[in-house]
């Protein structure tokens, strides 16, 4: 069974700091891309940041040189560092594999954790 626990969201003013932590199953942690995902009211579901098993990165340009993703293999745990945060980043943010499954598979996503940036 796909277990996905995210936590660390919150309330935050706009220039503040929020780290989301994810704690994952092995069947989908190990081996694979993972990624942080989030989800505006009203808008679809989108990538904020990969991390490849050898710890290599990629970033959706709205959050490059502001988020910093991780990973910790021996703890099924990643991680985003969320700096000078802004307003449009207020979302529901998810961990998943990456490439993720379908949106409508409630079961393989976690609950989420929402992050609310205030001006």
């Known amino acids: 069974q796909v277990q996905l626990v995210e936590s660390g969201g919150g309330l935050v003013q706009a220039g503040g700091s929020l780290r989301l932590s994810c704690a994952a199953s092995?069947?989908?942690?190990?081996?694979?891309?993972m990624a942080w995902y989030r989800q505006a009211p009203g808008k679809q579901r989108d990538m904020v940041a990969t991390?490849?098993?050898?710890?290599?990165?990629n970033y959706d340009d709205s959050v490059k040189g502001r988020f910093t993703i991780s990973r910790d293999n021996a703890k099924n745990t990643v991680y985003l560092q969320m700096n000078s945060l802004k307003t449009e980043d207020t979302a529901v943010y998810y961990c998943?594999?990456?490439?993720?499954?379908?949106?409508?598979?409630?079961?393989?996503w976690g609950q989420g954790t929402q992050v609310t940036v205030s001006s």
């Open positions: 998943n594999r990456n490439p993720p499954p379908a949106q409508y598979l409630l079961d393989s």
């Open positions: 092995r069947s989908i942690f190990s081996g694979n891309t």
């Open positions: 991390i490849t098993r050898g710890y290599s990165t």
